[in-house]
């Protein structure tokens, strides 16, 4: 390269053609803050922000930058990547993720109201707003101002882990406020209670329940499929409280129409109202999620990691939050922040392996990694040694795998959805303080790969 060329304008013209190929969210997170140090013997030394980018860069795009450069001056032999942040402003003071004497703050443990069942830590305050769920979050704030009047019911739509049952709740949390009566359940809930009450003979009972509410939030409705008096009897709530301007919420995992097995004259309520769907979370918002995990815990991560984790966490929110408190956890762990690698395997334990484990094996696994009967987990004990198993088991089912509290409890002998939300509460507290359950938590799903 001839030593009057300008570094700074030769730069620039590689970063014109890198931007014309790759995302804009791409470009961002690998080429911020790069620029070229000097040039000697047909080398060329970029000057990158930390060992994150450097590792990256040359992984994945050193042969690409490389045929660029050769384009704009043939004598370039090679490119080294030399960490220099000369050129970004010292971020240290704000670096809290260091300060290895204080506990990781993971949220801490909320009681569910046994009269609602609403979980105070759904609220609009966390709940990050983006182009994937825009529609459902203005459609909610609609209702919340004109109740049982406009969206009546509101039906909100998708699939499992993109926060539908935060919208819901947060919802009901901000109807109790308005001193209104609500109550949260679930599909399978309903149906518990629908099927008890009719081997007591106690039908009216159950009707008088679920009417005197003046908003009702049902979750997972898709769970009644097949399930021919329980929609009887929805059908008949729904019409009461219809009639009477009460607000109905409902979600599922798919639209009202295309639920299998649901009475025509039940999707046609479902559907009278304001039907919403919750999309696949885009980078923006999934880098937005992290970054209110981030402040709601006191933690910090850089930029770069940051984007990192929302380029390759493309699912659900549930298993970008878990990758999340899985770095918590083993920062906390090993005192230091975790390498490219520490992450990336991070990312494989508990995502991409995770996808084809029966919650049989699961029960195996933990059951075989604490030397008990599998058996044991399911049966009616509070022994310590047994509790504490199953109570990781439902953290794991939870958090990796996306499984509804209920689903959770009917595996897991027959417990009440309450009770599933206690165990993984408890876990997540746990988490917090205690660096022995941590490892049998990272030991545990790295025998799921």
Request: with cysteine.
């Amino acid at each position: 390269m001839n030593p009057s060329i300008d570094n700074k304008k030769i730069w620039e013209e590689v970063l014109n053609s890198l931007e014309l190929e790759l995302s804009k969210a791409n470009f961002n997170t690998w080429f911020k803050d790069t620029h070229i140090l000097k040039y000697e013997s047909g080398i060329i030394f970029i000057g990158v922000p930390n060992e994150f980018v450097k590792n990256w860069l040359y992984e994945k795009y050193n042969k690409y930058i490389i045929k660029i450069l050769r384009g704009l001056e043939n004598n370039i032999r090679a490119v080294e990547y030399i960490i220099d942040n000369s050129q970004i402003k010292n971020k240290a003071a704000d670096k809290q993720y260091l300060n290895i004497n204080n506990k990781l703050p993971l949220e801490e443990t909320v009681s569910i109201n046994k009269n609602d069942n609403l979980n105070p830590r759904y609220t609009f305050n966390n709940f990050i707003v983006g182009t994937f769920n825009e529609l459902s979050y203005v459609a909610s704030q609609t209702v919340l101002k004109k109740q049982g009047v406009v969206y009546n019911p509101l039906f909100i739509y998708g699939k499992t882990g993109y926060g539908k049952t935060h919208l819901i709740q947060a919802l009901g949390n901000e109807f109790k406020k308005l001193n209104k009566k609500v109550f949260y359940t679930t599909s399978e809930k309903f149906y518990t209670d629908c099927i008890q009450s009719i081997q007591q003979n106690k039908i009216n009972l159950f009707k008088e329940k679920y009417r005197k509410y003046d908003i009702l939030i049902m979750d997972d409705i898709q769970f009644l499929t097949h399930k021919e008096r329980t929609q009887e009897e929805l059908f008949h709530l729904f019409n009461y409280l219809y009639d009477n301007n009460k607000q109905i919420i409902f979600s599922s995992d798919r639209h009202p129409n295309h639920i299998p097995d649901i009475a025509d004259r039940l999707k046609s309520r479902f559907s009278a109202g304001m039907t919403v769907d919750i999309q696949v979370p885009d980078i923006e918002s999934r880098t937005a999620i992290i970054k209110s995990k981030i402040k709601m815990n006191n933690f910090y991560l850089e930029d770069i990691i940051v984007n990192y984790i929302a380029l390759e966490v493309k699912g659900n929110i549930r298993e970008l939050e878990g990758i999340f408190n899985s770095i918590m956890c083993q920062s906390q762990l090993k005192k230091k922040e975790l390498s490219l690698q520490e992450i990336r395997n991070l990312i494989k334990i508990n995502i991409n392996s995770n996808k084809n484990i029966s919650i049989k094996e699961i029960i195996k696994t933990v059951a075989n990694f604490y030397n008990i009967e599998e058996e044991m987990i399911c049966k009616k004990t509070r022994k310590k040694e047994i509790v504490k198993p199953r109570q990781l088991i439902m953290y794991i089912l939870r958090e990796d795998f996306n499984i509804s509290y209920p689903s959770i409890g009917e595996k897991l002998g027959g417990r009440d959805h309450t009770t599933v939300i206690h165990s993984c509460d408890k876990i997540r507290n746990n988490l917090k303080n205690n660096s022995l359950l941590i490892q049998e938590l990272e030991q545990i799903r790295s025998m799921f790969g």
